[in-house]
């Protein structure tokens, strides 16, 4: 178990094993997308209050829960990088911060378009969409740090302990937006059951795996790059593209 | 012999008294944006006296922000910051010092002049005495995010430090408001304590990560 986690934090192994899982992992992903969201469009049952617009439930669930988790994931990296100095951990957070803030955009955008008819305004400054917000916000400042030092050490530096201070922020905040004003409705899906019908939780789950199982995949391509750009002049990345050709 | 830390309190309070600019620049800043309020929203009464918490709040965060970023550029750019680190006197009492030093001589004086400008703003007096109270609890955490924010951008000091850590210091303005708006109940004092809590669980985080952020720029 230890030799297995030492050398998946090793830049080489890391990036032979990507290089052959990213394919299946990427089709999975996608015929899992696929499944969820047209299983939940065409098969499951018309919502009784909301109508047929409900059903973008299928997208904007999934893309919330991944914004989220990809921030919580990116803290557990950044403590790793502050006190291990593993480099695999930094180069996590680069690649994972653009995808976070790409899909925190994606849970605000279906969801100012499920708004529109249901609430009947695009957007409101409710609690837990003014805390998205929020949280998009910190990618992008997160994203605006990668320029800002000459040095590869003290940028993976900075980014790590700016991730840190937002992660053990980020609760604080809700709170206190929760206390500042409440209007969308509370989680439907907690560990301790669910307020959906089954038919509709099915296909729901699907798709909420087919976006971690996307996240995963992309997320790694993106590793791949990162590590590319930072050992290009390694014996190791040379001798890859010399047996390509 | 005066110790070490005794000796950068001193120093960097006369810097501060010596020049206009670091006194001054402050509270022209808080006093400017202030009068802009009225001036984009019209001198309605009511209508100011209902804004006026939030009002004092923004700017206040803002010029705390703007004062705080260059708490350690000019002893990073003139070396004295190698000579501390290299002194093996503690990082963290000289960081707090300087940062309580920036705090009085920056934010002290606007926790005064915001009483005075709550009137120019129709609040009560009640919630004016509240409005100080959360104030001179929430200005040392936005002047510690503040000094975070100009560790990490030490090298250029640009905007990207303030806008990273504007978000971070929503629970303060949150929680001082919503105390304000609550001076007439009993909620109020929940909300100050919350806020004092907040206080103090930051100091340590924040001040640590100041060091670290410090540090960076010298592996």
Known sequence: MRQFFNQLISFPYFFKIAQISFPYLFLLSISVILLGVLWGVFFSPVDVTQGEVYRIIYLHVPAASVAQSIYYTMVIASVTYLIWRIKMASVFMISMAPLGAIFTFLALFTGAVWGQPTWGTWWVWDARLTSTLILLILYLAIISLFSSFDRRASIDQAVSIVVLIGGINLPIIKLSVEWWNTLHQSASITLSGSSIDNEMLIPLLISILGFYLYVTAIGMRRMQVEILKREISHNWVKRIFQEKK | MKSFYYKTFQRDSKVYLSRSSSFLGPIVFFLITITLYPLAFGSDEEQLAELASGIIWISILLANLLSHQFIFNEDYKDGSLDLVLASGKSLFV?????????????????????????????????????????????TPILSMFGALAGALTLERGNIVGSSIVIPMCLPALILGILAIQSYKNEEVLFYIFLLAAFLFFSIPILIASCLGAIRLHFE
């Open chain 2, 94 to 138: 000289w960081a707090s010092i300087k940062i309580f030093v920036n705090w009085y001589f920056s934010s002290l004086p606007l926790i005064f002049l915001s009483l005075v400008t709550s009137f120019m703003l129709y609040l009560p007096l009640d919630a004016a005495l509240i409005l100080a109270l959360t104030l001179f609890l929430g």
